[in-house]
């Protein structure tokens, strides 16, 4: 495995506090607590819809005081504290409001990287990667934020010489934390850590980190990057043993992988038929991105939550295409056969959310694209590229007059906004509703860490 080897010759030991990583604290409810200042310093909690039936999304610090956190239902938070106020989630505000603020810490450091709707690190530049001065300049962000955007919106800060440790150093202190994360601090300062926590140990590798006898911070910590490999099954491992040990790689601009969407489906969408629709949209919506990137897509995966208990996923290779129709006849196919296998387990029935990915992703000039039409049929090719145009006409006629609806109805208010052309199948799901939930679906894979 000699391409394994050279690819951490780009890893190198860094000196100092080069990273700053920041994780706004219960942000959807702070933005809510933002924009509505009667909220501030009280329990707030925020839903994906207006519907007792649901559970909260976000709990500011305040409902968390009362036991209340990210999945409590709407009523059992009332029972928990009546005064309780239950904010339907505004995505679209959540994403401007993360511009905003993203834009504000640049002022003062550069972006590395963009992990989730309220997480991103930052760069040091070297004469601030001294403990004194890189607090000074954590200082001045929170500063900033509080003045320049709002006091509802607090984070917690993490410094250390990488991202996965300054990830780890913001989670120590929340909410408005401030936290410190060096070599010499390890792996004294996270001995009590449970492995889990710590983004890049799923269940699988915990598991398996059981299996060789690490159960704590300090074994995982003593571990050599060839058992770390060994551990995880793959290089993943080793690349995870450099970040926690303070390597990092320089990062390159982030390659689009995959484009999808993920909704978690209130009851009146838990029936099957109805989840299709769901599922349907989200993949249009996911459609729409991809064109609007110039990309083409050559796989597809459905990940269903199933209820009680339990996740269903298949997934499905084609000749890249843009052509929503392909996608929408491939989505058939996959339900017809998640179908079966609930009647084949004589399982229930309702399903508590779904994920629609496009992958394999390519641009047209990818050389990778061009290998993969080798494999096309032309005519098939040709239809596609029609149909394609056609899609794109309609992404246009969707996306111009929604802009200026926008500006007309400001940015405060709650999301009313057509879209002009539909399939007439899916008229009964907000589409644009679905799409403001990139932000909120965009959860950040935990191998990014890694890279
Ligand atoms: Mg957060």
């Given at each position: 495995m000699s391409e394994n080897a050279s690819q951490f010759e780009n890893y190198h030991p860094v000196r100092g506090l080069s990273y700053l990583f920041l994780d706004f604290n219960a942000y959807f409810a702070s933005v809510e607590q933002h924009d509505h200042p009667e909220l501030m310093?009280?329990?707030?909690?925020?839903?994906?819809?207006?519907?007792?039936?649901?559970?909260?999304?976000?709990?500011?610090?305040?409902?968390?005081?009362?036991?209340?956190?990210?999945?409590?239902?709407?009523?059992?938070?009332?029972?928990?504290?009546?005064?309780?106020?239950?904010?339907?989630?505004?995505?679209?505000?959540?994403?401007?409001?993360h511009n905003l603020l993203m834009a504000e810490i640049q002022r003062h450091l550069p972006l590395v990287k963009i992990y989730s709707i309220d997480e991103a690190a930052f760069q040091l530049s070297r004469s601030e990667r001294d403990p004194a001065r890189?607090?000074?300049?954590?200082?001045?962000?929170?500063?900033?934020?509080?003045?320049?955007?709002?006091?509802?919106?607090?984070?917690?800060?993490?410094?250390?010489?990488?991202?996965?440790?300054?990830?780890?150093?913001?989670?120590?202190?929340?909410?408005?934390?401030?936290?410190?994360?060096?070599?010499?601090?390890?792996?004294?300062?996270?001995?009590?850590?449970?492995?889990?926590?710590?983004?890049?140990?799923?269940?699988?590798?915990?598991?398996?980190?059981?299996?060789?006898?690490?159960?704590?911070?300090?074994?995982?910590?003593?571990?050599?990057?060839?058992?770390?490999?060994?551990?995880?099954?793959?290089?993943?491992?080793?690349?995870?043993?450099y970040g926690l040990h303070g390597y990092e790689t320089v990062e390159e601009p982030t390659?689009?992988?995959?484009?999808?969407?993920?909704?978690?489906?209130?009851?009146?969408?838990?029936?099957?038929?109805?989840?299709?629709?769901?599922?349907?949209?989200?993949?249009?919506?996911?459609?729409?991105?991809?064109?609007?990137?110039?990309?083409?897509?050559?796989?597809?995966?459905?990940?269903?939550?199933?209820?009680p208990e339990g996740r269903w996923e298949t997934a499905r290779r084609f000749s890249y295409s843009q052509d929503s129709y392909l996608f929408l006849k491939t989505l058939n196919d996959m339900w017809t056969e998640l179908i079966q296998f609930q009647r084949k387990n004589n399982a229930e029935g309702r399903l508590g959310g779904v994920t629609v990915y496009l992958h394999g992703l390519a641009k047209e000039a990818d050389s990778k694209m061009q290998q993969g039409d080798l494999f096309a049929d032309a005519a098939v090719a040709q239809t596609d590229d029609k149909r394609a145009k056609l899609w794109r006409i309609i992404d246009q006629i969707n996306a111009d007059p929604k802009d200026k609806f926008n500006r007309l109805s400001g940015a405060k208010e709650a999301s009313v906004k057509t879209r002009h052309i539909s399939l007439a199948s899916q008229s009964s799901v907000d589409l644009n509703y679905l799409g403001a939930k990139i932000a909120f679906s965009r959860v950040p894979d935990e191998a990014e860490f890694l890279y």
């Open positions: 310093g009280r329990p707030v909690i925020v839903t994906p819809l207006q519907s007792e039936h649901t559970g909260a999304i976000a709990a500011s610090y305040e409902a968390k005081a009362f036991g209340i956190k990210r999945g409590t239902k709407v009523k059992d938070a009332r029972e928990l504290c009546p005064d309780i106020a239950v904010m339907p989630a505004r995505h679209d505000r959540y994403v401007q409001l890189a607090i000074e300049t954590a200082k001045k962000v929170k500063c900033g934020i509080a003045e320049n955007v709002g006091p509802a919106m607090r984070a917690s800060i993490g410094l250390a010489p990488s991202r996965l440790l300054a990830k780890l150093a913001a989670e120590r202190v929340k909410p408005d934390g401030l936290t410190v994360l060096q070599l010499s601090d390890l792996p004294g300062k996270l001995a009590e850590m449970p492995l889990r926590d710590i983004p890049g140990v799923g269940a699988g590798v915990e598991r398996r980190l059981a299996r060789a006898d690490i159960t704590n911070f300090p074994a995982l910590w003593a571990l050599e990057p060839k058992q770390a490999r060994a551990i995880w099954g793959s290089v993943t491992g080793e690349r995870f043993w390659k689009k992988s995959m484009i999808g969407h993920s909704r978690v489906l209130s009851r009146e969408y838990e029936a099957p038929d109805r989840a299709r629709l769901v599922a349907r949209a989200l993949l249009l919506k996911a459609a729409s991105r991809l064109r609007h990137y110039g990309m083409h897509a050559s796989s597809m995966s459905l990940s269903v939550r199933l209820r």
